[in-house]
């Protein structure tokens, strides 16, 4: 197992370094710079900012100084909000998307593998059927839309929900939030899980575990939940990832405090540090859960460990 | 005498019997999947609703008394009203919905079949050379696939568009040029057991060069996966697309796009609801639609998956 952990952390190193690389050169041959204004700044003065920032060296040696820092742990300063250093922009929003997030990870998780259970328990009977079209409905509906569908039924006529904001940091401002994003995650974890209960509820095992006595509940929950975990886990990464990277698009729907609002103006304005710096924090948190995931795969499946 | 005999007189009117006789028909595995679409009742109708709307986006502007852009400036802000022709009213600059949410319709739909196009093709040249090469290439390619997985999608996309400006054609070009990742997944893993097939063997008996077996041997048939998976994409295409117009990175004014409809009708919600509720019932319906496609098409075309 230890050799299995180490190996998959070797395979990282190499994938973060490459992505970083595309991303700094990609950000820097577009048009534009940080600071393009309306009334351009006299050439002195934007001399001196350049230099600043070193944006006045040759492409590849402001690499290898981004590169450098970056190994010390310094993302730079921001380009574009003034007297902040992107890690502590990074740092004021950063609790918040985390939260949402896993918040919506974790319900959607537990919510799908319970109705994929019960659907398949039940199969083409009525909690089936109502799955179905509650999956539906949650990988349909695009979630913009569906923020906005809620926002106008619970937060303007029924007035039961504040419609977005965050001003005191309640709970009630964040159930529609992890509506929207848990939705679809939750819907395809549940069609996964029932995909894969029916056919471990049909083995020879089951059966056999049912023919020497044991009660309905004993059957599931010692012999049949864990088999029949393992597609579900191995959608978790890819899932993970998507919930992460989709509270930037909930936060701009229901005006949240993460760092999705920073993002899309840092891209516009050609803030690189502060874009690079979220595109790289982004890239560490789902690297690092992609790894928890593979792990967990490696206890749930033998096999994968000696691969 | 030799020459004709009886037996030969016997063997040619059996051969003439033979000739004349309807052979029993052969069903090719095509005939097959067609069947199989056909009972598929979700999928047809979805189909038919499928066709309608694309008929409807591209020849229902010539119908409209309105264009797009043009500003009715004695009905604005007028909810649906069939005596001034406002089938489904008019928003804040008195510019008709129907019109509007025709092109927007159209640029939704262009958007998705050019992206889809540019996501296909990339993910099948890619993934037919990693697959028939196989070994270190093979590695090589699928590693930065890997990487490309783990990259944080949506931050991609946002930082292409705003890079490359808001031209639509560089819009669905990034967007395609993104989407491409699974696409190469599924296209190796067919030439992986396509490549030991005796066709294959023959071609290079025959002296065919890598890049002609390829395209010649290999691409014609991935056709049923491609297909699959490609109209699988199309909806995430158009989420993708409406998203960013939501955003207000996509399709720029005059023109507009399911997505920027959905997006300004949503901040008028409680006083013109009419702004959000077509455009929306358009997107869900033509995601519904495709997705009801898609599924129809993998089970007709996969019998294993049943």
Redesign the interface.
């Given at each position: 197992m230890l050799t299995y952990v180490l190996r998959r952390l070797a395979s990282i190193i190499p994938?973060a370094f490459?992505?970083v690389t595309a991303?700094f050169f990609?950000?820097r041959?577009?048009?534009g710079g940080p600071f393009d204004q309306e009334r351009a700044l006299p050439p002195a003065i934007l001399r001196n900012l350049r230099a600043a920032y070193d944006l006045d060296q040759p492409l590849v040696i402001q690499y290898f100084i981004y590169i450098g820092r970056l190994l010390r742990g310094d993302l730079g300063p921001s380009m574009v909000v003034q007297d902040f250093t992107v890690s502590q922009l990074l740092a004021l929003g950063l609790p918040f998307s985390l939260m949402l997030g896993l918040f919506a990870f974790v319900i959607a998780t537990v919510a799908g593998i319970a109705a994929g259970t019960i659907a398949a328990v039940n199969q083409n009977k009525w909690p089936d059927y109502v799955l179905v079209l509650v999956v539906?409905i949650g990988?349909?509906?695009?979630?913009?839309?569906m923020g906005?569908?809620l926002?106008?039924v619970f937060g303007?006529y029924l007035r039961w929900l504040p419609a977005g904001g965050w001003q005191n940091g309640s709970m009630a401002h964040l159930v529609m939030p992890v509506i929207v994003l848990a939705w679809p995650h939750a819907a395809r974890i549940s069609r996964l899980m029932r995909g894969s209960m029916i056919e471990v509820l049909g083995s020879n095992y089951v059966r056999t575990a049912k023919a020497k006595g044991l009660g309905e509940r004993l059957v599931l929950s010692r012999h049949a939940i864990k088999p029949a975990l393992i597609p579900v886990v191995s959608y978790l990464g890819?899932g993970l990832?998507y919930l992460?990277?989709?509270s930037?698009?909930v936060e701009?729907i229901f005006s949240l405090p993460g760092i999705g609002r920073y993002?899309?103006n840092a891209?516009?304005s050609r803030d690189y540090g502060l874009?690079l710096g979220?595109?790289i924090l982004?890239?560490a948190i789902?690297?690092v859960l992609?790894l928890l995931v593979d792990l967990a795969y490696a206890w749930l499946d033998p096999k994968v460990r000696y691969r | 005498m030799a020459g004709i005999t009886r037996k030969d007189e016997t063997l040619s009117r059996y051969a003439d019997q033979l000739e004349t006789l309807d052979a029993p028909k052969g069903r090719s595995l095509t005939d097959d999947a067609l069947r199989r679409l056909f009972a598929n009742k979700a999928a047809m109708v979805s189909v038919f609703i499928l066709g309608a709307i694309v008929l409807i986006a591209f020849i229902g502007p010539y119908f409209v008394p309105w264009s797009y852009s043009t500003v009715d400036w004695t009905a604005i802000r007028k909810p649906p009203d069939f005596e001034k022709l406002h089938y489904l009213g008019t928003d804040q600059n008195g510019r008709d919905l129907l019109a509007r949410l025709l092109q927007g319709t159209q640029m939704s739909l262009i958007v998705a079949a050019v992206a889809t196009a540019v996501s296909v093709i990339i993910g099948i040249v890619y993934g037919a050379i990693a697959g028939y090469f196989g070994g270190r290439v093979d590695a090589i390619m699928m590693r930065f696939v890997d990487v490309m997985y783990a990259l944080p999608y949506i931050l991609f996309v946002i930082i292409l568009v705003v890079i490359f400006g808001r031209s639509p054609i560089l819009l669905f070009v990034g967007i395609g040029a993104i989407e491409w990742l699974t696409m190469a997944r599924i296209v190796r893993g067919q030439t992986l057991s396509l490549k030991e097939r005796e066709f294959i063997e023959a071609a290079k008996a025959g002296g065919a060069k890598p890049f002609t077996i390829i395209m010649r041997h290999i691409v014609p048939n991935l056709a049923g996966p491609v297909v699959i998976y490609a109209t699988l994409t199309i909806p995430e295409i158009i989420i993708t697309e409406s998203f960013l117009s939501y955003l207000g990175l996509g399709i720029q004014e005059p023109q507009t796009s399911l997505g920027t409809l959905i997006s300004e009708g949503a901040q008028v919600i409680e006083v013109m609801p009419w702004l959000l509720a077509f455009p929306a019932v358009m997107l869900v319906l033509l995601l519904l639609c495709l997705s009801y496609v898609g599924d129809g098409l993998r089970d007709a075309l996969d019998p294993k998956d049943r």
């Open positions: 994938v490459i992505a991303c990609i950000l041959l577009a048009p539906m990988l349909i509906i695009p979630n913009f839309l906005s569908i926002q106008l303007v890819p990832s992460l990277t989709g930037l698009i701009q993002f899309i891209a516009l874009v979220t595109v982004y890239m789902i690297l992609n | -």
